[in-house]
């Protein structure tokens, strides 16, 4: 058995190695950051804080917990730090367990506008909870309609006002935000999951000055371990602690906790400030070609780490969706997943769109030859995508590229 999971990592180790990974959420963490993931700190239990913690044997780990918080603090210039929530969804469980009663009203923005399932669909303890009214954006412009939401403020008068994304291209205006926030007397809560990385590499504005909560992921454009962190202002921060634990989770992951710790240390590095801005290059880049290519973007293209290819517009490839252009693409080593656009009309399983990044690509070191020739690839695959040759010599090419640009790190 053991011998079977380990050939299977392995497998998993060989298909990240010879794909093109265009998934937006995922990215490759260096050696040190699976080192301390993979250390003996997961045999250590720790419920508590430093300090004040439920077991003995905790001397090491209290200064393992308390690097990672100072760490964070200095990463993204913040009063309080919260690195036990064990992901993007446990930490946003804790921001509302901290600071709504249920059935409070919260704005959010809708899924097939590219916010979060956390962020008020009825399907998760988000929606069922609380009382979420979406948000979405200009049916013209596809940015978020501001307009929109600061009526619907003044109409429901929520006690959060949640923003941030999974699938949305473009900065988002925190001053005006947290200007709506204020004049209803609601919570501004950022979800950075997403951006985090180019957050902390100043490569975009920071939530963190106008926000009273930020929550994140650590492993998407960050590049650390998968898990979750809560950031908030001083004076919320001991209510936050108490409703991630004892609230809502038992003993911290302290080996994930150190991998979080060398993750912020990695991006105070001036590399990491380079790979963040490569990122946004690349994705403009990317967006670009497929732009010049013939396809529509959503909002045109991007500032950050993701642009959304709109399968609706039919003239590049006949009738598609999402899931259609996902599987074809995997066929041929290129990664991608279907999302919704906004306003569509297929279900979250089929999709009329496709949403690509390039956090991971970009850690592999590719660059501008390198990803327009992705995405003419990409087009050349959906074209072709009856010529069983064609598709062969592509496939062929793919794999090529990757063994050119192996991932940096990779060591398990
Ligand atoms: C904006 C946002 N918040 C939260 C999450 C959830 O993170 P996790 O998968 O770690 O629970 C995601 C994940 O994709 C996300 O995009």
Request: proline share 4%; charged share 20%; glycine share 8%.
């Given at each position: 058995m053991k011998n079977n999971l380990f050939n299977l990592i392995d497998l998993e180790k060989r298909r990240q190695a010879s794909t093109v990974n265009l998934i937006a959420s995922e990215n490759y963490a260096s050696?040190?950051?699976?080192?301390?993931?993979?250390?003996?700190?997961?045999?250590?239990?720790?419920?508590?804080?430093?300090?004040?913690?439920?077991?003995?044997g905790c001397e090491i780990v209290d200064q393992v917990e308390t690097y990672a918080i100072e760490a964070g603090k200095k990463l993204f210039k913040a009063d309080h730090v919260n690195v036990q929530a064990h992901s993007?969804?446990?930490?946003?469980?804790?921001?509302?367990?901290?600071?709504?009663?249920?059935?409070?009203?919260?704005?959010?923005?809708?899924?097939?506008?590219?916010?979060?399932?956390?962020?008020?669909?009825?399907?998760?303890?988000?929606?069922?909870?609380?009382?979420?009214?979406?948000?979405?954006?200009?049916?013209?412009?596809?940015?978020?309609?501001y307009d929109q939401l600061e009526q619907l403020a003044q109409q429901h008068k929520p006690k959060m006002i949640v923003a941030g994304a999974s699938a949305y291209a473009r900065l988002m205006d925190y001053e005006r935000l947290a200007k709506i926030a204020q004049s209803v007397n609601a919570l501004l809560f950022v979800d950075m999951a997403h951006i985090a990385g180019l957050v902390a590499a100043d490569i975009i504005p920071s939530p963190v000055p106008w926000a009273d909560i930020v929550s994140s992921t650590t492993h998407k454009t960050l590049r650390g371990p998968r898990g979750g962190m809560i950031i908030t202002k001083q004076a919320l921060g001991a209510t936050l602690d108490k409703s991630v634990m004892p609230g809502c989770q038992g003993g911290p992951l302290m080996h994930v906790i150190a991998a979080k710790a060398v993750a912020f240390d990695e991006a105070r590095h001036p590399s990491f400030k380079t790979y963040a801005n490569n990122v946004v290059t690349?994705?403009?880049?990317?967006?670009?070609?497929?732009?010049?290519?013939?396809?529509?973007?959503?909002?045109?293209?991007?500032?950050?780490?993701?642009?959304?290819?709109?399968?609706?517009?039919?003239?590049?490839?006949?009738?598609?969706?999402?899931?259609d252009v996902e599987e074809l693409l995997g066929k041929c080593g290129i990664i991608v997943n279907r999302n919704t656009v906004p306003f569509d009309t297929q279900s979250p399983l089929i999709t009329s769109g496709i949403r690509m990044g390039t956090p991971a690509l970009t850690t592999r070191g590719f660059?501008?030859?390198?990803?327009?020739?992705?995405?003419?690839?990409?087009?050349?695959?959906?074209?072709?995508?009856?010529?069983?040759?064609?598709?062969?010599?592509?496939?062929?090419?793919?794999?090529?590229?990757?063994?050119?640009?192996?991932?940096?790190?990779?060591?398990?």
């Amino acid at each position: 058995m053991k011998n079977n999971l380990f050939n299977l990592i392995d497998l998993e180790k060989r298909r990240q190695a010879s794909t093109v990974n265009l998934i937006a959420s995922e990215n490759y963490a260096s050696s040190a950051v699976l080192a301390a993931t993979g250390s003996v700190l997961t045999n250590k239990y720790a419920e508590g804080y430093p300090g004040r913690r439920y077991y003995g044997g905790c001397e090491i780990v209290d200064q393992v917990e308390t690097y990672a918080i100072e760490a964070g603090k200095k990463l993204f210039k913040a009063d309080h730090v919260n690195v036990q929530a064990h992901s993007g969804a446990s930490a946003n469980f804790a921001v509302y367990f901290s600071f709504l009663k249920l059935g409070d009203t919260v704005l959010g923005m809708s899924l097939t506008a590219g916010g979060h399932l956390t962020h008020g669909h009825h399907i998760n303890f988000s929606g069922k909870f609380y009382n979420f009214i979406p948000y979405g954006v200009d049916q013209e412009s596809e940015r978020i309609n501001y307009d929109q939401l600061e009526q619907l403020a003044q109409q429901h008068k929520p006690k959060m006002i949640v923003a941030g994304a999974s699938a949305y291209a473009r900065l988002m205006d925190y001053e005006r935000l947290a200007k709506i926030a204020q004049s209803v007397n609601a919570l501004l809560f950022v979800d950075m999951a997403h951006i985090a990385g180019l957050v902390a590499a100043d490569i975009i504005p920071s939530p963190v000055p106008w926000a009273d909560i930020v929550s994140s992921t650590t492993h998407k454009t960050l590049r650390g371990p998968r898990g979750g962190m809560i950031i908030t202002k001083q004076a919320l921060g001991a209510t936050l602690d108490k409703s991630v634990m004892p609230g809502c989770q038992g003993g911290p992951l302290m080996h994930v906790i150190a991998a979080k710790a060398v993750a912020f240390d990695e991006a105070r590095h001036p590399s990491f400030k380079t790979y963040a801005n490569n990122v946004v290059t690349n994705a403009i880049t990317m967006a670009k070609t497929f732009s010049d290519l013939g396809y529509r973007l959503v909002t045109g293209g991007t500032d950050t780490h993701l642009f959304l290819l709109d399968l609706r517009d039919t003239k590049n490839h006949g009738t598609l969706t999402g899931k259609d252009v996902e599987e074809l693409l995997g066929k041929c080593g290129i990664i991608v997943n279907r999302n919704t656009v906004p306003f569509d009309t297929q279900s979250p399983l089929i999709t009329s769109g496709i949403r690509m990044g390039t956090p991971a690509l970009t850690t592999r070191g590719f660059g501008k030859k390198e990803v327009e020739q992705v995405a003419v690839w990409i087009d050349d695959i959906i074209r072709h995508r009856n010529d069983d040759n064609q598709l062969e010599t592509i496939t062929d090419n793919v794999k090529k590229l990757c063994e050119q640009f192996p991932i940096p790190t990779g060591t398990l």
